[in-house]
């Protein structure tokens, strides 16, 4: 075979080689999904005011227990403190104190704090509830462990119509609102924090029991109530100390600690 012959047959293999090639390539290139870009649009957010760590009852807000973080726009709930509706929010409420308890990273509601300017007891008072004080110490107070928010028992102790010593529970479930405390110096140098007050949440109708007791009682103790009972009833209180057998209010008399029976009242009553 001629050269030329031979190099024109080289030729046309190359050629019909790179032609197999780039259709295999182009065949490729249609088989593959053409790359989309993904999007991802950002939610909307507004700043909310929460709280940096836990917050007990009784509290006091401050720049270091509460700051802004930005909040799903679509996650706004009224009552929420919002940058964008109260700017000085921060500085406004600076000293306010918490009603109910706020935990770490909970959004601060307004129903759930009470202005600085306002009387701190009262704010944490609910509706329809009085708070009254009664004297406690070491032995009439669960050893001072009683903290304010806690629940108790109110026990009174007195003497009975044979002199001997009579218990009553004449309140149930109360909750302790405060707790006055003051450090007592002990004979070794050490000190302690003994309560000498407490003050307790009570419907009317138990406010008129608590002072009747503390007239009759020698002696008033305060009986913690375990964290679990906090559901249970806290109305009940002993209202025969304040109605008669009718349900009806009427005044007692006590003579050395105990209760004088109606009939003899109002005999004793009559002959003065």
Known sequence: ?????????????VAAGLAGLLAMRLAGSRNVAPQVAAV?????TVNVLVADANLP???RLNDKSVHWMAW??????KGFITEADRPDALKDLNGAVVRLPIFEGEPIREEKVAD?????LSSLLPSGKRAVATEISVATGAGGFILPNDRVDVIMVRKGDTQKFVTET??????????????????????????TTATLELTPDQTKVLAVAQQMADRLTLALR????????D????????SGDNGVAVVQVIKSGAIVPNGAAAAAAKTQ
């Open 170 to 195: 004449v309140l149930s479930n109360v909750r302790v609102l405060a707790v006055d405390q003051q450090i007592e110096e002990k004979q070794d140098g050490t000190k302690a924090v003994v309560g």
């Open 72 to 77: 799903p726009q679509s996650g706004l709930v």
């Open 235 to 242: 109305t009940i209180a002993a209202d025969y100390l304040l």
């Open 226 to 233: 375990s964290v679990a009972d906090a559901q249970q009833p």
């Open 116 to 120: 600085s300017n306002s009387h701190i």
């Open 40 to 44: 991802v649009e950002k939610e909307a």
């Open 1 to 13: 075979m001629k050269p030329a012959r031979i190099m024109i047959l080289a030729v046309a293999v």
């Open 57 to 59: 009852v009784g509290s």
